[in-house]
T-cell receptor, first 116, second 116 residues
Framework: AQKITQTQPGMFVQEKEAVTLDCTYD???????LFWYKQPSSGEMIFLIY??????QNATEGRYSLNFQKARKSANLVISASQLGDSAMYFC?????????????FGTGTSLTVIP | DTAVSQTPKYLVTQMGNDKSIKCEQN?????MYWYKQDSKKFLKIMFS???????INETVPNRFSPKSPDKAHLNLHINSLELGDSAVYFC???????????????FGPGTRLTVL
């Protein structure tokens, strides 16, 4: 089974609107971390936000928030007040605490386009 | 003050050649990674080095060999390049000590390899 699943290959959002990018994960490890990265057309990978499996509250970083639903094993990224500069690929990733290989599992990404 | 740097940024070469990509991090991290991102933007982990020991070697051809002269460097050497090796290669690093699932990866800018 896929460790990280992103079911939306492409998304469109109107400027200034909010958008949710979906991410579901699969793990039997009780301790894990979930990460979102942004990859603009320039190619670099930019860390956005982190959610720990034991965190009681949803993570927030500026306009980014993470809708963490542990029972559903989902960690959706919410971008509020979209800006043109938000157009990029977005990757969800997971790291399991018991993974001695230090491995991160990445999803296939969602391409977000912000429409003026 | 680049945290994770890679050289070269672009590499164009002929099939059959041998090439190397260098990666350096100045963050004091103890774990470094190499990823391959194909034309569909899928990120595939290739190697992980922790304290100069190889931890992961996903089903990567043995034409690819990571070399870590010290904790701050993880170079990627590729022998007998093939057309299918064309991709963007990312180096990344993180600190794995302590609550290791909480520490994000920092990515280099990527190296775009084109094999002709």
């Amino acid at each position: 089974a896929q460790k990280i699943t992103q079911t939306q290959p492409g998304m469109f959002v109107q400027e200034k609107e909010a958008v949710t990018l979906d991410c579901t994960y699969d793990t039997s490890d009780p301790s894990y971390g979930l990460f979102w990265y942004k990859q603009p057309s320039s190619g670099e990978m930019i860390f956005l936000i982190y959610q720990g499996s034991y965190d009681q509250q949803n993570a927030t970083e500026g306009r980014y928030s993470l809708n963490f639903q542990k029972a559903r094993k989902s960690a959706n990224l919410v971008i509020s007040a979209s800006q043109l500069g938000d157009s990029a690929m977005y990757f969800c990733a997971m790291r399991e605490a018991l993974n001695t290989g230090n491995q991160f599992y990445f999803g296939t990404g969602t391409s977000l386009t912000v429409i003026p | 003050d680049t945290a994770v740097s890679q050289t070269p940024k672009y590499l164009v070469t002929q099939m059959g050649n041998d090439k190397s990509i260098k990666c350096e991090q100045n963050l004091g991290h103890d774990t470094m990674y190499w990823y391959k991102q194909d034309s569909k933007k899928f990120l595939k982990i290739m190697f992980s080095y922790n304290n100069k020991e190889l931890i992961i070697n996903e089903t990567v051809p043995n034409r690819f060999s990571p070399k870590s002269p010290d904790k701050a460097h993880l170079n990627l050497h590729i022998n007998s390049l093939e057309l299918g090796d064309s991709a963007v290669y990312f180096c990344a690093s993180r600190i794995s000590l302590g609550a290791s699932e909480y520490n994000e990866q920092f990515f280099g800018p990527g190296t775009r390899l084109t094999v002709l």
